[in-house]
């Protein structure tokens, strides 16, 4: 879900989701791109005109959220899709690698979430997987209460903090929780993009089952 409640600050004011890549494509479309794999995507964003502008360039599914914030975002979205799981990213992460995303799924059994931790602690909570039925009542309440602090679902459902060390193996540089936070981060981001390798584009498989995403562009300042 595309979030556009971000005022990107950091870019004077520029939506940064529409940023030129330099490859062809705007920064949601290489996310878009990214996420070719799976069998559903749905964008959510803060206003009508964002959400045309998103369906235009992606032909994505894009709706508006009814409650602001990252949470009110990954409620609209999971209300949008249908799958049971769904994948939470966001906009500004154009390094996603479907192997990693599988990792996440394969790593759902039993559990409600699941969510990169480092060893510090800090946690990726726009790179999670979802149980979409066990999130739905939840986060509704949540929205409803005003609370805006993310960790709260995961402290409601049952999640699994899936250590990054477990990624390493399949992104060693954790490239995928990458995202464009200023234009010098944008800047490296652009080297990488211009020297990966085409299958880095994740092509659509018909063996990605129920797999779902869920895009999101809020800022994470």
């Known amino acids: 879900?595309?979030?556009?409640?971000?005022?990107?600050?950091?870019?004077?004011?520029?939506?940064?989701?529409?940023?030129?890549?330099?490859?062809?494509?705007?920064?949601?479309?290489?996310?878009?791109?990214?996420?070719?794999?799976?069998?559903?995507?749905?964008i959510s964003t803060s206003s009508d005109e964002r959400a045309d502008s998103?369906?235009?360039?992606?032909?994505?599914?894009?709706?508006?959220?009814?409650?602001?914030?990252?949470?009110?975002?990954?409620l609209s979205g999971c209300r949008a899709l249908g799958a049971p799981e769904v994948l939470v990213v966001g906009v500004d992460m154009p390094l996603l690698k479907r192997e990693v995303i599988e990792c996440q799924f394969s790593a759902m059994q039993?559990?409600?979430?699941?969510?990169?931790?480092?060893?510090?602690?800090?946690?990726?909570?726009?790179?999670?997987?979802?149980?979409?039925?066990?999130?739905?009542?939840?986060?509704?309440?949540?929205?409803?209460?005003g609370t805006r602090r993310v960790s709260e679902l995961?402290?409601?459902?049952?999640?699994y903090y899936l250590p990054v060390e477990a990624i390493r193996p399949i992104d060693p540089g954790l490239d995928c929780f990458t995202n464009v936070n200023d234009e010098q981060m944008?800047?490296?981001?652009?080297?990488?993009?211009?020297?990966?390798?085409?299958?880095?584009?994740?092509s659509r498989s018909s063996s990605s089952g129920s797999a779902r995403a869920l895009t999101s562009s809020l800022e994470r300042d």
Do not use: W
């Open 186 to 202: 944008l800047g490296s981001i652009l080297l990488k993009l211009k020297h990966s390798p085409p299958q880095a584009r994740n």
């Open 54 to 74: 998103y369906r235009r360039l992606t032909g994505l599914n894009a709706v508006v959220d009814e409650y602001p914030g990252i949470l009110g975002g990954i």
């Open 154 to 159: 995961f402290d409601l459902v049952r999640t």
């Open 1 to 42: 879900m595309v979030l556009a409640g971000g005022k990107s600050s950091r870019f004077n004011g520029i939506d940064k989701s529409l940023l030129d890549l330099g490859n062809g494509r705007t920064l949601v479309e290489e996310v878009a791109g990214r996420l070719e794999f799976l069998d559903e995507t749905v």
């Open 110 to 145: 039993g559990y409600d979430a699941v969510v990169p931790r480092h060893p510090n602690g800090f946690i990726e909570p726009l790179h999670s997987t979802l149980d979409r039925a066990s999130v739905l009542d939840p986060l509704k309440a949540i929205c409803e209460s």
